[in-house]
């Protein structure tokens, strides 16, 4: 009996902070009123609030706070879907079969059952898709396997899809090379966002010839009426100097020497392609960079003579305006 208030003087002699009003009221709240006890449970199916010893409903009614599905393949699911896109045939708003294995209680569906279900999903397959997005179905997927080999961003993505799209509706992938129409799109649309690929970067990613792929980007552009300012060298220098590895000297001199005969009539039947090729070949000689016209040559997909002769244009036309000086090595 001496310990009991021993210890009870000692807890009335440390000072105790008197508790919130809120955290009172959750204390009394989770009690049941009935019999005190504390064993509160929620009975979701039903929506009530039940005490466990005595069986007295505190609450009925109550609202389901949780998602509004049930989750038989993890808990990863979201209430909305993703945003529509133009990626994808149906624009990712159409539905199809999942994948489950159990039906709505959460049991195991048979083998009857599982083979009736994939045949669903078949048919759904097939079915999901009107005319154009059955066209349309493996252009997108070329379309994001070129990308992904040519290193695109997304938003160039979603605009050679959307041409991609309005191409097949407008009847003009009919006898023509779905390869050729994907590299021709992809084509137009670096170009209308201003980071324009080179013909010869497309051929040699998709296989299909450099003149197929003009001719087809000039129908779609002429029948869809997409028209995109022509290329520039200075669209390609910054990009090839930076696959080339080079220093940020020579990309900055290239340029320059690029925007110094931008008016010149000499380079205007040019290939811009060439010019920034030999724009970085002269650059590179004038900061003493050691990079060769093989280098160059095999990134930008123009031959070693062609880059020499836009070189040698480049340094005549710097010399006549008198924005060139001749260095103490001559170029290899």
Known sequence: MSNFRSMDLKDNSVPRSPKPREERQIRETARCPNCGSLAIYVD???????????????????????????????????RAGPPP???????????????????????????????????????????????????LAPG?????????????????RERAAILLRQTIEAGLSRGRSMDAIVAAVVYLASKQLGAPRGLHELAQATGVTVHRISLTAKVVSRELGVFARASRAEDFV???????????QVGERALSLVGQVKDAK???????????????????????????????????????????????????????????????????
């Open 44 to 78: 979701p199916i039903r929506g009530e609030r039940v005490c466990d010893n005595c069986g007295l409903v505190l609450d009925e009614g109550m609202v389901d706070q949780g998602p509004d599905w049930t989750t038989f393949e993890g808990d990863d699911r979201i």
């Open 85 to 135: 896109s133009v990626m994808a045939p149906d624009k990712g708003l159409g539905s199809m079969v999942g994948n489950g294995l159990r039906d709505a209680k959460g049991n195991p569906i048979d083998a009857r059952s599982v083979a009736a279900l994939n045949r669903l999903r078949r048919v759904s397959q097939w079915t999901r898709y009107d005319r154009t997005e059955r066209a």
């Open 140 to 156: 997108l997927a070329q379309l994001s396997s070129l990308s992904s080999r040519l290193g695109l961003a997304p938003v160039f």
């Open 238 to 248: 910054p990009r090839f100097a930076s696959q080339l590895e080079l220093a940020p």
């Open 266 to 332: 000499l380079l205007e039947a040019n290939s811009p392609v060439g010019i920034a090729a030999g724009a970085l070949y002269l650059a590179s000689e004038e900061l003493d960079v050691p990079v060769t016209q093989a280098q160059i040559a095999r990134l930008t997909g123009v031959s070693e003579v062609t880059i020499r002769k836009h070189y040698r244009l480049l340094k005549e036309t710097l010399m006549q305006s008198g924005g060139y000086t001749e260095p103490s090595h001559e170029a290899a």
